[in-house]
């Protein structure tokens, strides 16, 4: 079953946000337990509010995937840059539709 984590978090260091998560970007793509996808999501009534929704195939992967160091370092490295710790809603996808 495809999981999905959300990380809600705030930040007026994006554009190092974005750097960050890039840097991690080769390293996922060629891992079997890392993200299969990752959107990052800017809330449009909330300057400095973001959403990250994190995809794996499955919650097993996501997990091995939170407990490789280079996961931690990464979220430690994620959480300097916010203004606020960021909190983390993990969901187990029961559905999905493409409309397109």
């Avoid at 890039?22 to 990752?38: I, K, L, Q, V, Y």
């Avoid at 449009?44 to 959403?51: A, F, K, Q, T």
């Avoid at 994190?54 to 996501?62: C, G, H, L, N, R």
């Amino acid at each position: 079953m495809t999981f999905v984590q959300i990380i809600d978090f705030e930040t007026d260091r994006i554009d190092e946000m974005r750097a960050l998560a890039e840097s991690m970007d080769s390293r996922f793509a060629d891992s079997e337990n890392g993200p299969a996808r990752r959107l990052i999501l800017r809330d449009r009534s909330r300057p400095g509010h973001y959403l990250g929704v994190i995809e794996f195939d499955s919650y097993e992967e996501a997990m091995q995937n939170s407990n490789d160091p280079e996961t931690a370092k990464f979220a430690e490295q994620m959480a300097a840059l916010c203004t606020r710790p960021p909190s983390f809603t993990d969901c187990d996808v029961v559905d999905v539709t493409d409309f397109r």
